[in-house]
C-alpha cells in the first residue's frame, strides 16, 4: 500500500489551478485530470461507486460492515489549488531530519524559508519537511488533504477488520475562487456529517469561518493629452487609490489577527481611462461583515457624487460564518477533539481566517467542520508541509471513523 506521501506527490504534479474569471465549472478543465485520476485510483482500490459527475465533483462510497446503524460520515477535500501562485511543474523538494536552520528554494536565487520569519518551523525539527523549490507553489492546500483521504480509505478496504460505518468521499473544484460547492449535491453524497481535511498546521480544528464578501469595481476615467488635460482628464487609476485611501488602513489583513475582520485589496489593473479594482471582504461577526460591505458602497457612492457617477461596484457574498450551523451539533466537534487526542496530538480549537467548502456545505444541511491537513505558507512559493503531519491527519481520521463506528 502506498504511503500518504507517495499519493501526494502524484497529486501535486497534476497542475489544477482555478480560474476566478472563468464562466465554467470546473472553472479549469485542468481541475478535471486529477478528478479522473482520483476516480480511477478509487476503482481500483474497492470503491466500486467512484464517480465524477459534470460539475467537475468526485463522490465515492465505502459500505458499513457494522451490524447496526450508525452516522454516515463523510470527508471532503478539494483537488484545485490558488491562482495567487503558479501550479505548474512543481518541483518539491524534501529536507530529511530538518535541523533548524533556514531552507534555501534552490529555483530562486537567495530566496529561503527563514526561521526568523517563520519561527514556527523550529516546532518540526527532526522531520521530513516537503517544500517548494521557489518557482511554484507547492500544493498542500489541499492536495495533502485529498491525500490523507485517499490513504486513510485505502487502508480501510485493505484492512476489513477496521469497523466502520458507511463513509463518504468527496473532492471538489473552485474551492479556491469561493465556488467550491456550487453544484455540490448534498442529497445525493448522503452523508449526515462532514469534515474538510483543509486546515492548516498540525491540531487546527476549526468550525468558525469568517463571513465572506467580494467585490469587483470598475473605474471609467476620462483620457485626454497630458499636455492639454487641464479641468479635463480623470485619471482612472488615482480614483482607485483614492478610494483604497478611504477604507481603514488597519482593517488590512496584513494589520489584522484573531477574529479581527478585513478589507484585502487582491487585483488593482488600470489606465489613466479606466481601471479595475477587487476586494475581498471578510469577518467572523455578521454586523460587524455587514457594516464592511455598507461601508464600501459608501465610498462608491461618495466617489461617485464628487466625479459623477464613473464607479460601479460588484458585491457578492461567498459564505458565511459555520459556527451558527455547527454548534447545534457539537459532539461532532467533541469527536474531532477526541480523535486528536487518541493520536497524541493537542487540538488547537480556533476560528479559521479564511473559509473552507465546509462552511457553505454546512448552510447546505452538511455540518462540516475542518480539520488540519498539514501545510504551512498556502498560497505561495514559502509553502511548505511536514510529512508526520500528513501521516497524523491520516490516523485522525481513521480515528475518527472508529469513534463514530461505536
Not at 489593473?269 to 461577526?285: C, P, Q
Amino acid at each position: 500500500m502506498e504511503t500518504v506521501t507517495d499519493k501526494f506527490l502524484r497529486y501535486v504534479s497534476f497542475e489544477t489551478t482555478s480560474d476566478e474569471n472563468s464562466t465554467t465549472h470546473p472553472s479549469s478543465l485542468k481541475e478535471l485530470d486529477l478528478s479522473r485520476q482520483l476516480v480511477a485510483e478509487m476503482k481500483a482500490f474497492g470503491i466500486a461507486d467512484a464517480s465524477l459527475d459534470e460539475n467537475g465533483y468526485v463522490m465515492g462510497t465505502i459500505p458499513s460492515n457494522l451490524d447496526h446503524e450508525v452516522p454516515v460520515l463523510g470527508f471532503i477535500a478539494h483537488v484545485d489549488t490558488s491562482p495567487d501562485a503558479s501550479g505548474k511543474d512543481i518541483k518539491p523538494q524534501f529536507i530529511y531530519n530538518y535541523d533548524g536552520n533556514d531552507i534555501p528554494l534552490p529555483g530562486v536565487p537567495g530566496l529561503a524559508l527563514r526561521v526568523a520569519d517563520f519561527p514556527e518551523l523550529l516546532d518540526y525539527e527532526g522531520q521530513t519537511l516537503i517544500t517548494t523549490d521557489g518557482t511554484t507553489l507547492l500544493g498542500a492546500d489541499d492536495k495533502a488533504g485529498v491525500a490523507e483521504i485517499m490513504t486513510a480509505a485505502e487502508y480501510l478496504i485493505t484492512h476489513p477488520e477496521v469497523k466502520h460505518g458507511t463513509l463518504k468521499i468527496g473532492f471538489t473544484p473552485d474551492e479556491e475562487i469561493g465556488c467550491g460547492v456550487d453544484y455540490f449535491d448534498v442529497q445525493r453524497f448522503g452523508a449526515d456529517y462532514a469534515y474538510t481535511m483543509d486546515g492548516g498546521a498540525l491540531g487546527e480544528l476549526e468550525y468558525e469561518n469568517f463571513n465572506a464578501a467580494g467585490a469587483k469595481l470598475h473605474i471609467q476615467g476620462c483620457n485626454i493629452h497630458p499636455g492639454y488635460a487641464k479641468d479635463k482628464m480623470l485619471n482612472a487609476m488615482y480614483v482607485g487609490m483614492e478610494l483604497a485611501a478611504m477604507l481603514p488602513v488597519a482593517q488590512r489583513p496584513e494589520y489584522t489577527t484573531g477574529y479581527e475582520g478585513f478589507f484585502h485589496l487582491t487585483g488593482f489593473n488600470g489606465t489613466v481611462e479606466e481601471a479595475t479594482m477587487s476586494y475581498i471582504i471578510r469577518d467572523h461577526d455578521r454586523t460587524r461583515f455587514e457594516q464592511k460591505k455598507a461601508l464600501i458602497q459608501e465610498v462608491v457612492a461618495f466617489l461617485n457624487k464628487k466625479y459623477g457617477d464613473i464607479v460601479t461596484l460588484e458585491l457578492r457574498d461567498q459564505y458565511y460564518n459555520m459556527r451558527e450551523m455547527v454548534e447545534p451539533h457539537y459532539h461532532i466537534i467533541e469527536k474531532a477533539v477526541r480523535a486528536m487526542e487518541m493520536a497524541g496530538i493537542q487540538p488547537k480549537v480556533q476560528p479559521i481566517r479564511g473559509g473552507t467548502d465546509g462552511a457553505r456545505l454546512s448552510f447546505m444541511g452538511l455540518p462540516c467542520p475542518n480539520i488540519f491537513a498539514g501545510g504551512h505558507n498556502f498560497h505561495g512559493k514559502l509553502e511548505f508541509v511536514p510529512v508526520e503531519s500528513m501521516e497524523k491527519a491520516t490516523e485522525v481520521i481513521l480515528n475518527l471513523i472508529s469513534l463514530f463506528a461505536e
